[in-house]
């Protein structure tokens, strides 16, 4: 299953029928969600957004808390709040329980965020106090530059999968290609961007 | 340029308050510029050399740098408490938002306005997202071994639907194999 290619129409069809909601009540299954962030943590190369695309696979397709719509509008609203836009999993956990009423759903999200967060924090207090070991340590100068160009790749099959999941009218993708130019060239907040284009989505203009 | 003396090692409660005031000040954006003028500059806790390791460590570990950087702080004075206090004192506020906006967000949801303003803002959202690789793209221009790992992986995620954790588990040990420092000088300080 973890490799796509032809079968991949296949199984986007066959999830769709046979993909059913985990009741979050049910604590086993919330351990078994918090388990598989807990095992995402670590795996959170060169900031966070790199586990983009895993967040999706997992709300979307694997346990069905969201719809691919909802799942963007999450990741837009992570983006728009203040603070690390990491935080979207503490959303993803309130939309998986949000059907078991709002005071589960804000629950689920906290130890969503936390599962995510502690394995990566207690991995800094490790080498926090053990830095001078790992200074000059070959593995760490490997493992920096070795890191480095793979974060590449996986930021810019992050940000096509994203664009592609997002944009599905051709306003929408200038949109975002405008947003990507002016983010890379001006020093223009994020923010206008999001405000001028929320604009532009209640006036019709942009939809999807 | 000589550093001004630093000041007492902090409490638990004044590193909460501290990154309380680093997540507040920063609400408008530049996380790092501000915990950098915080923590260096104004509470005078760390010398800029060592906040810059702080700032080392953050970025090479797994976990979102900014968080990572704040636990980094808290560890080096209260070990594993203050990192967790850290922890708290950086996120408190911002993901309290945040779980607010997200019940606003799940009560709202279906108003056709709501979805409509909703759909520009994913658009711009996927927009930064495109930008998070060409943000990097230039510290690896000139080497060519970099550029051909980072294709083979875009291919390996996008042409291909590799799911990330075993594409690492693969990946990262070759390149690790590939950059292995060569000579004993590399290592040394």
């Known amino acids: ?208 | 340029m000589t550093e001004p003396a630093l000041a007492q090692a902090p409490t638990l409660r004044q590193l909460f308050t501290g990154l309380l005031q680093v997540a507040l000040s920063s609400f408008g954006g530049g996380l790092s510029v501000w915990s950098q003028r915080i923590i260096v500059e104004q509470r005078r806790w760390m010398s800029n050399d060592a906040f810059l390791t702080g700032l080392t460590v953050a970025r090479l570990l797994p976990g979102p740098n900014q968080i990572n950087l704040a636990v980094y702080v808290g560890a080096t004075f209260h070990g594993l408490r203050g990192a967790l206090v850290a922890l708290a004192g950086i996120l408190f506020i911002p993901f309290s938002l945040l779980m607010g906006l997200g019940l606003v967000y799940f009560q709202l949801r279906g108003l056709p306005l709501v979805d409509r303003v909703l759909a520009g803002m994913v658009a711009v959202a996927a927009g930064l997202a495109l930008s998070m690789g060409f943000k990097i793209l230039p510290t690896y221009k000139a080497d060519p071994v970099a550029l051909l790992l980072a294709a083979a992986v875009f291919i390996a995620m996008q042409g291909f639907h590799v799911r990330l954790v075993p594409l690492l588990l693969v990946v990262s040990p070759l390149a690790m194999l590939w950059y292995w420092p060569r000579n004993v000088e590399e290592t040394k300080p």
């Open chain 1, 1 to 208: 299953m973890m490799l796509g290619g032809p079968e991949l129409g296949q199984r986007v069809l066959s999830a769709v029928s046979t993909c059913h909601p985990v009741r979050l009540t049910d604590i086993g299954q919330l351990l078994k969600v918090m388990g598989t962030f807990l095992g995402l943590s670590l795996f959170s190369v060169g900031g966070g957004n790199t586990l983009l695309t895993e967040y999706h696979h997992l709300s979307v397709d694997q346990f069905c808390w969201l719809t691919t719509n909802q799942f963007n509008d999450l990741y837009a609203l992570a983006e728009a709040a203040p603070g690390p836009s990491s935080m979207l999993v503490g959303l993803l956990g309130m939309g998986a329980a949000w059907r078991e009423g709002p005071l589960w759903a804000v629950l689920t999200g906290v130890m969503a965020e936390v599962a995510v967060l502690l394995p990566s924090t207690l991995l800094v207090v490790v080498v926090c106090l053990s830095w001078n070991r790992f200074r000059h340590s070959p593995w760490r100068l490997a493992f920096e530059r070795a890191m480095g160009p793979i974060t590449l790749g996986v930021l810019f099959a992050v940000g096509v999968k994203i664009l592609l999941l997002s944009d599905t009218n051709p306003a929408g993708l200038v949109v975002s290609l405008l947003v990507c130019a002016l983010v890379l060239r001006t020093r223009i907040s994020p923010l206008w961007m999001m405000a001028v284009a929320g604009l532009l989505g209640g006036l019709g203009i942009i939809h999807r």
